[in-house]
């Protein structure tokens, strides 16, 4: 069974740099086809595709916040890491970590979500 | 790129059907064979239920069917049921990003 689970600060100033870590459990990151990545959803919202990484390293990124993101992977530790930089309020949302495979491009698995305010 | 467009919302009575429709242009949901939907139960997770455009993951009902034409994705529930109101998203791959709809809320009357 595949499970992610989300950490990181539950508050953030404006201007501040978020990072959230994304920790794996029944799937290896370094499996051939695996895909790790981090969709939002602010309060009573849509939700909002933001970053995925691959096994192999690709790294795709919302266009939209491009500039502003980075994702990695540690695969001895099992984690992705999202950082966000220059926070706004508008970034207020539950950021969810989301697997997917390659070759259907759905999310097939989702952590239960941390929900990040971002506040001065 | 452009959010996908759902219709807000949609209603049905228990056991009837309802068709939530997706669209998006040539450049996602008409380009790839890669539209997926979520159902969003009041206060929980997403959770996949069509992938591929029209293929049911491993536990997801039967009720769930999803079909495709053109530039126009489309998830119907059949046989309705009070456990079915709840947001529903679709989502498509369009290259680097992927994009979802903005979410259409089933109410079951």
């Known amino acids: 069974q595949i499970t992610l689970k989300e950490s990181g600060p539950a508050l953030v100033k404006p201007t501040q740099t978020l990072t959230l870590t994304c920790t794996l459990s029944g799937l290896s990151l370094r499996t051939s086809g695996v895909g790790v990545g981090w969709i939002r959803q602010p309060p009573g919202k849509a939700l909002e595709w933001v970053s995925l990484?691959?096994?192999?390293?690709?790294?795709r990124y919302s266009p939209s916040l491009r500039n502003r993101l980075t994702i990695t992977k540690d695969t001895s530790k099992n984690q992705v890491v999202l950082t966000m930089t220059n926070m706004d309020p508008v970034d207020t949302a539950t950021y969810y970590c989301?697997?997917?495979?390659?070759?259907?491009?759905?999310?097939?698995?989702w952590g239960q979500g941390t929900l990040v305010t971002v506040s001065s | 790129q452009s959010a996908l467009t759902q219709p807000a919302s949609v209603s049905g009575s228990p056991g009837q059907s309802v068709t939530i429709s997706c669209t998006g242009t040539?450049?996602?949901?008409?380009?790839?064979?890669?539209v997926s939907w979520y159902q969003q139960l009041p206060g929980k997770v997403p959770k996949l239920i069509i992938y591929e455009d029209n293929k049911r993951p491993s536990g997801a009902s039967l009720r769930f069917s999803g079909s495709k034409s053109g530039n126009t994705a489309s998830l119907t529930i059949s046989g309705l049921r009070a456990e079915d109101e709840a947001d529903y998203y679709c989502c498509s791959y369009a290259g680097t990003p992927w994009v979802f709809g903005g979410g259409t809320k089933l109410t079951v009357l």
């Open positions: 040539s450049s996602d949901v008409g380009r790839f064979d890669l």
């Open positions: 989301v697997y997917s495979y390659v070759s259907d491009a759905s999310f097939d698995s």
């Open positions: 990484i691959y096994w192999n390293g690709d790294e």
